[in-house]
Structures are given as structure tokens and as C-alpha cells.
């Protein structure tokens, strides 16, 4: 069977449109579909930098709010919970002195680990101590410039019975935080 010329360039058309559909079909197709799928992971990863960059941002901005209300402390790495028993016992009286203060008592509380937080313990301190009111708010104000984070639990303030005089007596229960070692 002979072919003609028309016959021919019929057939090298039919196959040149169905090597071309084929092309679309299993090249340019995917290929589309390829590079949509990527300009989507990059929308979504650009999503994803965005909001880790605000919250960068927030957390930032957290922790100059705490930096100023808990002190330079807070950048310090914790000690262990002996280690630091022994500091806080030095900065409580260090601060006690700066501020014109004596103590009446200092009792050590038994260290507990923190349970929001794994692997850090309170250790705790009881302080008895008498003064002026000035000299009382600036001791406790410089808690916050403390080389160690420093938060005060409890506090109790009473005025002894002379009218005329301006001595108060403080109890407080202060703690700082410490690496918690398991049940040391």
C-alpha cells in the first residue's frame, strides 16, 4: 500500500499534534503543577517567617519588660540549688546592709522544685528584719538589681506599740530560682 504526499503530511500532522498533546499531558502539565506547588510552599513559608519574626518581636519585647522588673538576675544562668542556698544568703545580707537594715533572722526554707517548670527549684529564705519604712522600700526596690532573680512571697509589716516611733518589723519569705537535680 503506497502513501501519497497528502496522505502523508496527514499523518506526520496527526502525529506531530498527538507528540504535542502527549508533551502537555506528561511534561508541561506537571511541570505547572510542580512550580504552583512551590510558589504555594513559599507564600506559606514566607506566612511562616512572618509570624516567627513577630513573635521574635514579642518575645523581645517580654523579656526587656522583665529584664527591667526582675534585674539583671534574669540573664544569669541558674545555679544549682546549693550553690545557690549560699549566694542568696550573701546577696540577702548584702542588700540588707545597703539599704541600713539589720536582720533579726535569717532561716533557710526547704528547697522545692517548681512544678510548671521541669528541672528548677525555689530555694527560700525567711527574713526577719526591723526599720524605717524608707529604709524598708529601699531594700525592697533594690531587690530588682539584685545579681540573683529575687521574688517576694510573703510579707508582713507591723508597727510596734510606741506611737512616736517610725520602727516597723517585717517578716518576709523570699525566694530565688535554682537548677532542680532531682531529689537533692
Known amino acids: 500500500m ?3 504526499s497528502r496522505d502523508k503530511k496527514a499523518l506526520m500532522l496527526g502525529g506531530l499534534v498527538l507528540a504535542a498533546l502527549i508533551g502537555l499531558r506528561y511534561v508541561l502539565m506537571p511541570l505547572n503543577d510542580s512550580w504552583r506547588d512551590a510558589r504555594q510552599r513559599i507564600a506559606q513559608a514566607g506566612d511562616t517567617l512572618q509570624r516567627l519574626q513577630d513573635q521574635q518581636l ?19 544562668p541558674l545555679p544549682t540549688a546549693e550553690q545557690a542556698g ?5 546577696t ?5 546592709k545597703a539599704a541600713g537594715l539589720g536582720s533579726q533572722g535569717v532561716q533557710a526554707q526547704p528547697v522545692r522544685p517548681l512544678r510548671e517548670v521541669p528541672g528548677v527549684a525555689v530555694v527560700g529564705l525567711q527574713v526577719q528584719l526591723a526599720g524605717r519604712p524608707e529604709q524598708i522600700t529601699q531594700c525592697l526596690a533594690s531587690l530588682c538589681q539584685s545579681r540573683q532573680p529575687i521574688l517576694v512571697q510573703s510579707l ?17 519569705v523570699i525566694a530565688t530560682l535554682a537548677r532542680w537535680e532531682g531529689g537533692r
Open 86 to 90: 549560699v549566694e542568696f544568703v550573701k
Open 58 to 76: 514579642q518575645l523581645r519585647a517580654q523579656h526587656r519588660r522583665l529584664m527591667d522588673f526582675y534585674g539583671p538576675g534574669l540573664a544569669q
Open 92 to 96: 540577702v545580707e548584702d542588700l540588707l
Open 2 to 4: 503506497r502513501l501519497s
Open 156 to 172: 508582713t509589716a507591723t508597727k510596734p506599740g510606741k506611737d512616736g516611733d517610725q520602727q516597723l518589723n517585717v517578716s518576709m
